[in-house]
């Protein structure tokens, strides 16, 4: 059984980075598209980056390019989430997902075109001076 857990956030000053780590557990990861999903308060659920961890195809929502990169570790265990540049629209609640490769790509896991299989419990990223 697939478990996720996320660390790394906290309060960043605009213009600032974070790192979170998403950090798989009961499986490695070669078999899914893993993703990076965040939430405002007052706002939808908004896919910011889904990878395939087979092949690296990645995918990142247009508010981020640029300045967020998504990458893993050669395990294939942890996938992390590089945030450069901050601004305080990047605040919310980051939440790490992961789905079964045959069971999307990481274009329709990151809109929300599929159920997701296993989310981990959260971290918040707080963008504020």
């Known amino acids: 059984q697939l478990r996720l857990v996320e660390s790394g956030g906290g309060l960043v000053q605009p213009g600032g980075s974070l790192r979170l780590s998403c950090t798989a557990s009961?499986?490695?990861?070669?078999?899914?598209?893993v993703g990076w999903f965040r939430q405002a308060p007052g706002k939808e659920r908004e896919g910011v980056s889904c990878?395939?961890?087979?092949?690296?195809?990645?995918n990142y929502a247009d508010s981020v390019k640029g300045r967020f990169t998504l990458s893993r570790d050669n395990a294939k265990i942890t996938v992390y989430l590089e945030m450069n540049s901050l601004k305080p629209d990047d605040t919310g609640a980051y939440y790490c997902?992961?789905?079964?490769?045959?069971?999307?790509?990481?274009?329709?896991?990151?809109?929300?075109?599929?159920?997701?299989?296993?989310w981990g419990q959260g971290t918040q990223v707080t963008v504020s001076s």
């Open positions: 990878t395939r961890i087979s092949d690296g195809v990645t």
């Open positions: 009961g499986v490695t990861l070669d078999w899914y598209v």
């Open positions: 997902a992961a789905m079964r490769r045959h069971l999307t790509d990481p274009a329709r896991m990151c809109l929300g075109q599929a159920p997701i299989e296993t």
